[in-house]
């Protein structure tokens, strides 16, 4: 297991520092009442209206048809490390609101139930890593998905495992220190661009 905590700049909550996206995964299964638990958490994120547009599709190990279904809908790439992670989901997102609506935050919200999921599995001692690289056509037609819905993101949940079982590229990648922009880069006051005051000491 690789622990990475994220070099803040102010203090965070120690969950949040904690949680980063591996691509090595021990094959240590997933207990049911933890993988209920990350769902539950999604559950109860904010969205819009209380729309909660967000819908989990979930293959485990447990099931190899299922498991398998799911993985070959991802990019190949992805598959080849994602095969290890005894727990694959696929995040789909409910474009309309119930009266028919175009929800333009469905995508938002979706991501803040994510949120949720992969802090609350980082508390339970599992990982998460969002996957954008997935056939979007592949997983509709594979799983009937409605048109009112798209298929958002792939990720993969499990305990962590050791990098040395990742090629040479993604040992490095893993092992590398975390990195993000400034908040002096994006935090803006008065006009777009400006830095905002709070962070100019």
Request: no cysteine; hydrophobic share 40%.
């Amino acid at each position: 297991m690789t622990e990475k905590l994220a070099p803040t700049q102010y203090p965070v909550h120690e969950l949040i520092r904690s949680r980063w996206s591996p691509r090595a995964y021990s094959n240590q299964p997933v207990e049911q009442d933890k993988l209920r638990s990350i769902l539950e958490a999604a559950r109860w994120a904010p969205s819009s209206y209380n729309h909660q547009p967000w819908r989990f599709i979930v293959a485990t190990k447990d099931d190899p048809t299922e498991y398998n279904r799911l993985l070959s809908v991802l990019v190949e790439f992805n598959q080849g490390w994602a095969k290890n992670a005894p727990v694959l989901i696929l995040a789909v997102a409910k474009l309309h609101f119930d009266d028919g609506k175009v929800n333009r935050h469905a995508f938002h919200d979706v991501g803040l139930a994510l949120e949720n999921l992969a802090i609350q599995a980082t508390a339970l001692g599992l990982s998460v890593h969002q996957i954008a690289g997935f056939d979007v056509d592949k997983a509709r037609k594979e799983y009937q998905i409605p048109d009112e819905y798209d298929p958002a993101t792939a990720l993969t949940v499990g305990y962590p495992g050791d990098p040395q079982i990742l090629t040479d590229g993604l040992r490095e990648r893993e092992l590398a220190l975390r990195v993000r922009k400034p908040l002096q880069e994006f935090v803006f006051s008065g006009e777009w661009g400006n830095t905002s005051s709070l962070l100019k000491d």
